[in-house]
């Protein structure tokens, strides 16, 4: 029997405590949580509670929990406007690490914590857990087993998000704060980008979008409809706070697969109801499991996640979302917003040098937004209008 990893976990918010804690809980063979970081006392204290340690094991401080010998691999659930010290502080101390999507709020720091981690040699696995999702692994088998010919299109619909507050005692809206979120609907559900690109089994390297605020005033987008292609496919991704219909469609060369969700919900919070695959053969319904509710469905995931994550840690091998590929995924999202604000498609890797990939969509401001840029004009992301396109009245 091989000896427990022994997990630090940095953040006791929401994530943290529902998912992350229960789902080492779960398998005691393979994971020990040894400690916990938060600053912020009462979820310290309640993460204390939560997972069963003692006070010593417990600390206002991160970099404390990733200096202890008693820690193999650092679990980053803080909001991804911290992601960056933390990663590359474990870094630096041989932790491995897992951190929560998206991997940072800007492409700099993302790839700021895959460079830390590559020259540490340690693993970096970021939890792009929708992966795990039974018909997603169902869906993926059978475009690899050529089951409806070359992938034409995706199409990702998530246009009924659920917009939850952050931990109370902490900053509920955080997720609002372009600062600290990177984005807004887009950005936290970007779970629906790495499934499209997934689905498409091919890199995206163009990315065109259209983003809006959800409510007027917002600082963030509540809507993002974005095309993202690849060399010779091509993916819609639909992602709103709201009531919107969800679901996932996969066109192919011989054939398409639908895959619903209950009521024409989004995913996860409607559960899968079926997946059907149709050929010149006719519709067939997959036999998979019923769909379950958001709860048990991203433990599971979470579940497997880790499991992953830490056989990539004993055969040394890459986990399935790796640090490099969260980076993608989050240049494509960054990619829509500036392809929002510009009214133009952006090419894939984004310009290193250039103010989005550096400050995300903060960097936006250092960009010519066009003053009728309707992200201008709704004043997302801080941008504010400019005056001059009302001055002449014509
Ligand atoms: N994969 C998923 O399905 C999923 C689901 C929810 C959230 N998330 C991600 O998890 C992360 C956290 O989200 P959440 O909903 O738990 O947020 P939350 O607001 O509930 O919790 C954030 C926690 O981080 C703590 N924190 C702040 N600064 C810290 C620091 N320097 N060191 C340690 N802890 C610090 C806060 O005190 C708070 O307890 C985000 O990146 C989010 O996108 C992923």
């Known amino acids: 029997m091989t000896t427990p990893l022994r997990v630090g976990i940095v953040g006791c918010g929401n994530v943290a405590l529902n998912f992350h804690v229960p789902a080492y809980q779960a398998e005691p063979e393979r994971f020990t949580v040894t400690a916990l970081a938060d600053p912020t006392p009462e979820r310290l ?212 697969m639908v895959l619903r969700y209950r009521d024409e919900g989004t995913i996860p919070w409607a559960p899968f109801e079926a997946l059907t695959l149709t050929t010149e053969a006719g519709t067939e319904t997959l036999d998979l499991p019923t769909g379950q509710e958001l709860a048990s469905l991203i433990a599971g995931a979470l579940r497997a996640t880790i499991a992953d994550l830490a056989d990539a840690v004993t055969d040394g091998r890459a986990p399935a979302a790796p640090g490099r590929a969260a980076l993608r995924t989050l240049e494509a999202t960054v990619a829509a917003y500036t392809s929002a604000a510009l009214g133009r498609s952006v090419d894939l890797p984004l310009p290193t040098d250039g103010p989005v990939h550096r400050h995300g969509v903060i960097g936006l401001a250092e960009l010519d937004v066009p003053a009728t840029s309707g992200v201008r004009t709704r004043g997302l992301f801080g941008l504010t209008a400019d005056p001059t396109s009302f001055s002449d009245g014509s």
């Open 45 to 256: 204290e309640l993460g204390r509670t939560t997972a069963g340690l003692s006070p010593d094991q417990v600390h206002g401080d991160a970099l404390a929990l990733i200096a202890r010998e008693d820690v193999d691999v650092v679990d980053v659930c803080t909001p991804q406007h911290l992601h960056r010290d933390l990663v590359v502080a474990a870094a630096a101390a041989g932790k491995h690490i897992l951190c929560e999507k998206p991997l940072a709020a800007t492409p700099a720091d993302a790839a700021a914590m895959v460079e830390a981690t590559d020259t540490a040699g340690v693993v970096l696995g970021v939890v792009h857990n929708y992966l795990f999702f039974p018909e997603i692994v169902a869906a993926r088998t059978l475009i690899d087993d050529g089951a409806i010919g070359e992938v034409r299109t995706v199409t990702v619909d998530m246009l009924g998000v659920v917009d939850s507050p952050g931990a109370a005692g902490y900053r509920p809206q955080w997720r609002h704060d372009p600062a600290a979120a990177g984005g807004g609907v887009l950005m936290d559900m970007l779970h629906g980008v790495y499934l499209a690109e997934h689905l498409l089994a091919e890199p995206v390297e163009r990315v065109s979008a259209y983003v809006d605020a959800a409510t007027p005033g917002d600082a963030v987008e509540g809507l993002a409809l974005c095309r993202l292609e690849s060399a010779r496919r091509a993916a819609l991704v639909n992602i709103g706070w709201g009531f919107g219909p969800g679901g996932i469609r996969i066109n192919g060369s011989k054939g398409r």
